[in-house]
């Protein structure tokens, strides 16, 4: 199998292999992926992380040997914060949370794990982050991908699509709520959103930006003018 890893920060994987193609997800700096097939100056890759599939800009994707061989002892995923500026050598890099590390690249005396994480304070590090239809970092994220990397960086491996995350975990009742659970909104009778809840009667989510609304047994209420902006469908506790 022809594998590699991400060498730039932020790799944009497309629905199909055109730059006019929505963007369905990202690679970050370090992750790994597969190549599955050559379409001219694209490629379809699959995640090692997740098995998400689509296609990338050749280009971005340079077989580097000399690059993977840093990852042969291991890696750290950068948990402790929310970017990191990394030395190739070559270059400088602002890398994003979520990406791996493999140990030679790591500045001394900084550490990228910061110990027992809270997925509310990690996600509280997103507050104010645009939203980015398809992204899963802190230059841009989606409600789904938002969750997934603040679970990635508690160590847990989780789906990157809505419709896959509510199959995860175990559902709670809304009276057994508590900070850390995932809630999960329907519009038109469709999963369409996902958000972390910061407290029973708060959640944080990524909708226009990354956000912190008042939640209750109805869905979530935008604090900005009291709307009530998407229906809950019901909670589910994975942690």
Known sequence: M????????????RKEPSEKSEMVSQILFGE?????????????????????????????????????RLFSEGSETLSARQSLEIDLGHSLLRVWRGSEIPGVLIPEGVDIRGGQLDAVEVARTFLGVSYLWGGRSGAGCDCSGLVQVVLKSLGLNFPRDTSKQILEGNEVRFSDRKKGDLAFFTKDGRINHVGILSSPESII?????????????????RRLDGVQSHNLETIHRVL
């Not at 597969?34 to 077989?63: C, H, K, M």
């Not at 989510?205 to 209420?221: P, Q, T, Y």
């Open 32 to 68: 790994e992926f597969e190549i599955l097939e050559e379409v001219q100056n694209w490629v379809q890759v699959r995640t090692s992380y997740d098995a998400y599939t689509g296609f990338v800009d050749q280009g971005q994707v340079p077989e580097d040997t000399e690059f993977n």
């Open 2 to 13: 022809n594998r590699r890893r991400a060498r730039i920060p932020i790799i944009p994987m």
């Open 205 to 221: 989510h990524a909708s226009s930006w990354v956000r912190e609304d008042d939640f209750n047994e109805k869905g979530i209420l």
